[in-house]
Structures are given as structure tokens and as C-alpha cells.
């Protein structure tokens, strides 16, 4: 049986992204085949399709974070039935074929029930973002009443963190690139200031405990900056040469972030899926609001990949299956 999938023919620009014809997969054991609904873009698909990220799946088909229902279920899956909802982060790199397809199949340990408050849609959005915040405030466990600075809170990781860490009852603040995004910022909980301000608070010597970076390079050092002794600082982009003197300076305890590393060499994917479980009941008990989100179809997926690379993306973006 055949099936419609957008696949890499190639690394290089947008356009070797192509509508293909591929054999549709079937589940083996532990794993689930879902009727694809929707593929939340992430800037990896992008670093994947371009070959800077030299982790692309071998059918080329990419595409991280997914939702859509269970058409079929492998040997020795229990804990799914034919017909659920489901949502994960759970192919579209080596070894996993990915969402921007008709089926896709995956391990049933990267999925969880998606959440019932919201769409499949908003729920396509989540699993990368959702489970990388959630990583990095497991990792840097701030406490309640300690202080928290997201550099790039109004990105979509930035924006889980910052309601990730309020729930921890932690005092959040955050940067953002305009006006417009640092009234996102406030809407999710915390004070923002301006990145182009940040020079002047570590000037000022304010300092935070605890500091995530959700950008690199330029990020990263102005989280450095922004660390007090002792402190620690989590980034989810450590790719590149950087300067590490302050970290030195401060006796800084530093955290790298790669969420996709379960599905790259099997480590710890049920953490993701019970991660996700978590995830889900605190949107549908109203702890977590879900992300601004651009709906598009995925007929437009090479449109989508060129207006993140010229930064025209405000948005996060789900592609419907639209075959």
C-alpha cells in the first residue's frame, strides 16, 4: 500500500522538499501507526533539510512533532487503543520517518493521549517545545521564590518555560525582540525587558540564579552575563565556539538541552511520553495555555521553511494533512 508524503529528494534549499509517493509503513512491536491529522514545524526540520543537522531519516521524510489517531497497533502495545487521539515528538530523524505524511509510525513509549481542551491542530505544536521547557526546569529545579531569566521568552519554548517556572511558584522574567512579543511575554506570566536592554541589567549587576538561553551564540553569552555566581544556566543551543570565561569566572554549572535525543539512540523515551501525559493534563486543567499557532496546510511546507529561514515567522506553525 502507497501513501502521500513530503520527503527530502536531497539536503539543500526548500525546494527538495517534494510530494512523493512512499509505501506506507506498518507498526512492529511497541509501536503505534497514526493517521497523521497535523506536523508542528520546528527550526530543526529546517537544520535537518539543509544538512546542517546531518540527522535526517533515511525514508527523508521529516517532521518532529506530530498528532492524529491511532490507526493501528503494534505487538504488545497496551496502553493505546484504534481510534485515540494522540500527540509526541516522535520521528523525522534517523531511524524515524516523520510526520508530514499520510501515516507515520511511531514508538508508542514518544506518545500520549492528546490533550481534550484543545485541537488536534494546537496539539501539533506542543511536543518539542512543551518537552524541552519542561527538560530544562527539571534540570535547573528552581524552587519557589527563586528567580528566573528565559533569554528569547517569546519563542515557543520561552513561552512553555516561563509557565512552566510560574507553576514552581518562581519570580520570571524574560526577553523579547519588540514591543508586540514582550506583551506576549506578560500575557505567559512574566516581566520582559528588550534583548537590546539586557547589556545594561547585567551592567547594573542584576543577576539571576538560574538562566535559560533558547537561542545560542549571542544568547548564550548574554546568559553567561546574566548568571550569578554559583548559578546555573541551561541552553538548548550549544552549537559553535563560545566564549566560557565568565562561566569559569562565576563557577556556572551549564546544561545543554537536545530533546530528540531519546529517539536518536533509544535512552529515556518513555520519560518523554509520561513528560507528555503531564504536559497534557495540566492544559486540560488549565495550568498551561497552549501556543500562539499559524495554521497552514502542508502543501505549504516549503513556504513555511522559507519564511523561518528569512525570519518571517511571528508564529509557531502546524501543517494540516491536506493530501
Not at 520527503?7 to 509501536?31: H, K, N
Not at 490533550?115 to 511536543?127: D, G, Q, R
Not at 504536559?279 to 513556504?303: C, F, N, T, W
Request: proline share 4%.
Amino acid at each position: 500500500m502507497m501513501m502521500k508524503a513530503w520527503r527530502m529528494t536531497q539536503t539543500g534549499s526548500p525546494d527538495v522538499l517534494q510530494l512523493s509517493d512512499v509505501e506506507r509503513p506498518q507498526p512492529g512491536a511497541g509501536q503505534v501507526l497514526i493517521r497523521v491529522m497535523a506536523a508542528g514545524f520546528n527550526p530543526i526540520d529546517t537544520k535537518i533539510r539543509a544538512g546542517i543537522a546531518a540527522i535526517a531519516p533515511e525514508s527523508g521524510v521529516i517532521g518532529c512533532d506530530v498528532s492524529g489517531i491511532v490507526e493501528a497497533l503494534g505487538e504488545g502495545v497496551s496502553e493505546f487503543n484504534v481510534g485515540d487521539a494522540v500527540f509526541g515528538c516522535a520521528g523525522g530523524v534517523k531511524g524515524h520517518s516523520g510526520a508530514l505524511a499520510e501515516f507515520m509510525v511511531a514508538d508508542a513509549a514518544l506518545l500520549a493521549p492528546a490533550p481534550a481542551s484543545i485541537s488536534l491542530a494546537e496539539s501539533a505544536t506542543l511536543p518539542i517545545a512543551a518537552l524541552t521547557a519542561d527538560a530544562v526546569l527539571k534540570r535547573l529545579n528552581p524552587q519557589a521564590g527563586d528567580a528566573v531569566f528565559v533569554v528569547g521568552a517569546s519563542g515557543a519554548v520561552g513561552l512553555m518555560a516561563c509557565q512552566m517556572a510560574n507553576l514552581r511558584g518562581c519570580r520570571v522574567a524574560g526577553s523579547a525582540g519588540t514591543a508586540q512579543r514582550l506583551e506576549r511575554v506578560r500575557e505567559f506570566g512574566a516581566e520582559a525587558c528588550l534583548h537590546a536592554d539586557i547589556a545594561a541589567h547585567i551592567a547594573s549587576g542584576t543577576k539571576y540564579p538560574f538562566v535559560l538561553d533558547t537561542f545560542g551564540t549571542s544568547g548564550l553569552q548574554s546568559a553567561l552575563g546574566l548568571a550569578d555566581v554559583y548559578g546555573q544556566v541551561a541552553t538548548i543551543n550549544a552549537r559553535g565556539q563560545h566564549e566560557l570565561a565568565l562561566a569559569h569566572a562565576k563557577s556556572l554549572t551549564l546544561h545543554a538541552i537536545f530533546i530528540l535525543l531519546p529517539l536518536l539512540n533509544g535512552v529515556g523515551r518513555p520519560a518523554l511520553g509520561q513528560a507528555l501525559r503531564e504536559i497534557a493534563a495540566a492544559i486540560d486543567g488549565g495550568k498551561l495555555a497552549g501556543l500562539p499557532v499559524e495554521v497552514v496546510g502542508m502543501s505549504q511546507v516549503r513556504d513555511v521553511h522559507t519564511r523561518y529561514e528569512q525570519g518571517m515567522l511571528p508564529d509557531k506553525v502546524v501543517m494540516l494533512a491536506d493530501f
